[in-house]
């Protein structure tokens, strides 16, 4: 019910390429989705984030398209450069509920390379 | 604003010995999140201070416990350390339950 599942597990795009990575979420409560990207050897940031209520939010190369119905969300990396080259992590928790559901469920990540 | 400060940064263990990681949230917060990071199990939740309280724990046995002193800085002790230990050990602060959660830079533990 908490589970929070990340495709693909790496990926690989050329500059200028546009990077896209899935993720679905099983418990209904949840309703904050960030995003949060990690480099080696620093902790995860947070990147970008959005709340069910709307569809798809941007900022600047970086956009979520969220799909409730499907319970699905995707990071979207447009024009993709070298320096994106990271692992990204999408997550889930609740602000409505209690307990354990209000901290976040993290995806199994993304290795993202973007080839020069 | 300083970000989350995580100290140390690296650890060698010897399995059964115990260790304290400690860290000091972004100043203001008064939540602080503990995460274990391995590339099997990816990101784990352990447990969050608010406040002196904890507040939640995730599914970790007894051997992982925390706490939160007045000034909101934390610390995580690991008792009796097994080799599956080793992992990167991940702070997160938030000044709110409702506010995202800022991460340090984590604390590698090896376990020999």
């Known amino acids: 019910q908490q589970q929070v599942k990340q495709s693909p597990q790496s990926l690989i795009v050329q500059k200028g390429g546009i990077s896209i990575i899935n993720c679905a979420y099983e418990?209904?409560?949840?309703?904050?989705f960030p995003w949060y990207q990690q480099f080696p050897g620093k902790g995860p940031a947070l990147l970008i984030a959005i709340r069910p209520d709307v569809s798809e939010k941007k900022e600047g190369r970086f956009t979520i398209s969220f799909n409730k119905s499907a319970k699905q969300f995707s990071l979207h990396i447009m024009d993709s450069q070298p320096g994106d080259s990271a692992t990204y992590f999408c997550a889930a928790l609740t602000y409505r509920r209690s307990g354990s559901a209000r901290q976040l469920t993290f995806g199994s990540g993304t290795q993202l390379t973007v080839l020069p | 604003k300083a970000g989350v400060t995580q100290t140390p940064r690296y650890l060698i263990k010897t399995r059964g010995q115990q260790v304290t990681l400690s860290c000091s949230p972004i100043s203001g917060h008064r939540s602080v999140s503990w995460y274990q990071q391995t590339p099997g199990q990816g990101l784990q939740f352990l447990f969050e201070y608010f406040s002196e309280t904890q507040r939640n724990k995730g599914n970790f046995p007894g051997r992982f416990s925390g706490r939160q002193f007045s000034n909101s800085r934390s610390e995580m002790n690991v008792s009796t350390l097994e080799l599956g230990d080793s992992a990167l050990y991940l702070c997160?602060?938030?000044?709110?339950?409702?506010?995202?959660?800022?991460f340090g830079n984590g604390t590698r533990l090896t376990v020999t």
């Open positions: 418990n209904t409560a949840f309703d904050y």
């Open positions: 997160a602060s938030r000044d709110s339950f409702n506010s995202p959660l800022h």
